[in-house]
Nanobody, 126 residues
Framework: QVQLVESGGGLVQAGDSLRLSCGAS????????MGWFRQAPGKEREFVAG????????DYVTSVKGRFGISRDNAKNTVYLQMNSLKPEDTAVYHC???????????????????WGQGTQVTVSS
């Protein structure tokens, strides 16, 4: 069975950094775009960052541009989210996702993703 498992979340102070990892098993996603989404209490699920199938293109929601970086290691079937200069408004459950669309660029719509991790909590205190 396909599984995506996130790790690296935690409780940090504003200005700190975290690196989230998402390891996949059961299927290789080396030919598919991947992304990170987040959901805060009372809010809709929000696209955070996406990466094309080969890592050549990335895109971010405006609020995290310049602070977050998405990357992938296809040999390890893993995607990462480096989060710097964290703010309290970044507090959310962060989910990684993998699409089913072969060799495609960055995807922002959650409906274009077929597999989801259970999420990891990121809490940023002021």
């Amino acid at each position: 069975q396909v599984q995506l498992v996130e790790s690296g979340g935690g409780l940090v102070q504003a200005g700190d950094s975290l690196r989230l990892s998402c390891g996949a098993s059961g299927r290789t996603f080396a030919s598919y775009p991947m992304g990170w989404f987040r959901q805060a209490p009372g809010k809709e699920r929000e696209f955070v960052a996406g990466i094309s199938w080969n890592g050549g293109n990335t895109d971010y929601v405006t609020s995290v541009k310049g602070r977050f970086g998405i990357s992938r290691d296809n040999a390890k079937n893993t995607v990462y989210l480096q989060m710097n200069s964290l703010k309290p408004e970044d507090t959310a459950v962060y989910h990684c996702a993998a699409s089913r669309i072969l060799r495609t660029g960055v995807l922002r719509d959650p409906r274009e993703y077929g597999w989801w991790g259970q999420g990891t909590q990121v809490t940023v205190s002021s």
